[in-house]
Nanobody, 121 residues
Framework: QVQLVESGGGLVQAGTSLRLSCAAS????????MRWSRQAPGKEREFVAA????????DYADSVKGRFNIGRDNAKNTVYLQMNNLKPEDTAVYYC??????????????WGKGTLVTVSS
């Protein structure tokens, strides 16, 4: 079966960095559009960043643009989210998803279980 497993979350101070990873298995990774989304306590899940089938095509939410960087390594079946200059409002569970249709809210075929990022001030 298909599995997406996020890792790299933790408790950090504002202004520091984290790198999240999402390891995929059971699918032809290079054929999927990959997305990171997040859900903060008491809020709706929101789009964070996405990378297309080629690593050169990316998209970011305005709230993270200039601070976060998404990338993928198809040889390793892994997508990354480099999170810099973290802010308390970045605190959320971060989810990785794989799909076949690009877009902020396009349907995704597979989801990971998430990794928690907590940013203290």
């Amino acid at each position: 079966q298909v599995q997406l497993v996020e890792s790299g979350g933790g408790l950090v101070q504002a202004g520091t960095s984290l790198r999240l990873s999402c390891a995929a298995s059971g699918l032809t990774f290079s054929k999927y559009y990959m997305r990171w989304s997040r859900q903060a306590p008491g809020k709706e899940r929101e789009f964070v960043a996405a990378v297309a089938w080629t690593a050169g095509i990316t998209d970011y939410a305005d709230s993270v643009k200039g601070r976060f960087n998404i990338g993928r390594d198809n040889a390793k079946n892994t997508v990354y989210l480099q999170m810099n200059n973290l802010k308390p409002e970045d605190t959320a569970v971060y989810y990785c998803a794989a799909g076949r249709v690009p877009g902020h809210n396009s349907p995704m075929d597979y989801w990971g279980k998430g990794t928690l990022v907590t940013v203290s001030s």
